[in-house]
């Protein structure tokens, strides 16, 4: 696509259920990241994709997150039994990476602004 | 451990004048960085990437500076204008180079 599309756009949720958010990366992109902003906060980075390489898992907060990527497509970042302090944005991106000095530059989607209630 | 530091106030300038945004870091040789733009409610967006054998680089009226010795990046703006207002994040290579770190973002308003 033209763009790195994630959905839903918006989610409202209880605290205690599971929520599933998606992204559709740039057709092409080997490379996947998810990152979380809180409200007034910097990017927190949580997990990066590229090819068939294993997972940098390195950011995500805790065992309730979990991520999966199918290829070089649609990944999906899964929270169970969420907690109010999982209020945030999250943010997808995806590059196309040539080598890692080249300059990874990154294209980000809107977000899914997730709200736990 | 690794650290990037940005100016957590809001820089505040008159239209048509040179905004500059600093970016310092700790712990780290990057091999480039970059900054991004974020509008309210938008995902970042890619500005300029220096690499660190670059001094200065510059995009229209963007101009980036690269200190490897002062591990400091500065970020100028010239000629502003009310549409530059936005947040603006520093961002370099992470463990591995492959992922990029963020710092948490300088937002910049430019009054008519």
């Known amino acids: 696509g033209a763009g790195v599309s994630q959905s839903p756009s918006n989610k409202v949720t209880e605290k205690g259920k599971d929520v599933e958010l998606r992204c559709d990366p740039i057709?092409?992109?080997?490379?996947l990241y998810w990152y979380r902003q809180r409200l007034g906060q910097g990017l927190e980075f949580l997990i990066y994709?590229?090819?068939?390489?294993?997972?940098?898992k390195s950011g995500l907060p805790s065992d309730r997150f979990s991520a999966e990527r199918t290829g070089e497509s649609v990944s999906t970042l899964t929270i169970q039994r969420t907690q109010q302090e999982d209020s945030a944005v999250y943010l997808c991106?995806?590059?196309?990476?040539?080598?890692?000095?080249?300059?990874?530059?990154?294209?980000f989607g809107e977000g899914s602004w997730l709200t736990v209630v | 451990s690794q650290k990037i530091e940005q100016n957590s106030e809001a820089l505040n300038i008159q239209e048509g004048k040179t905004a500059t945004l600093t970016c310092n870091y700790t712990n780290y040789s990057p091999a480039y960085l970059q900054w991004y733009r974020q509008d309210p409610g938008r995902g970042p967006v890619f500005l300029l990437l220096?690499?660190?054998?670059?001094k200065e680089k510059r995009k229209e009226r963007l101009k980036v500076t690269f200190d490897t010795t002062l591990k400091q990046s500065l970020f100028h703006i010239t000629a502003s204008q009310p549409a530059d207002s936005a947040t603006y994040l520093c961002a370099l290579p992470g463990t591995g180079f492959q992922k990029l770190v963020f710092g948490t973002g300088t937002r910049l308003l430019v009054s008519p």
């Open positions: 057709s092409g992109h080997t490379a």
């Open positions: 220096i690499r660190e054998n670059e």
């Open positions: 994709f590229q090819g068939n390489s294993a997972p940098d």
């Open positions: 991106a995806s590059s196309l990476l040539r080598d890692p000095f080249s300059g990874n530059t990154i294209y």
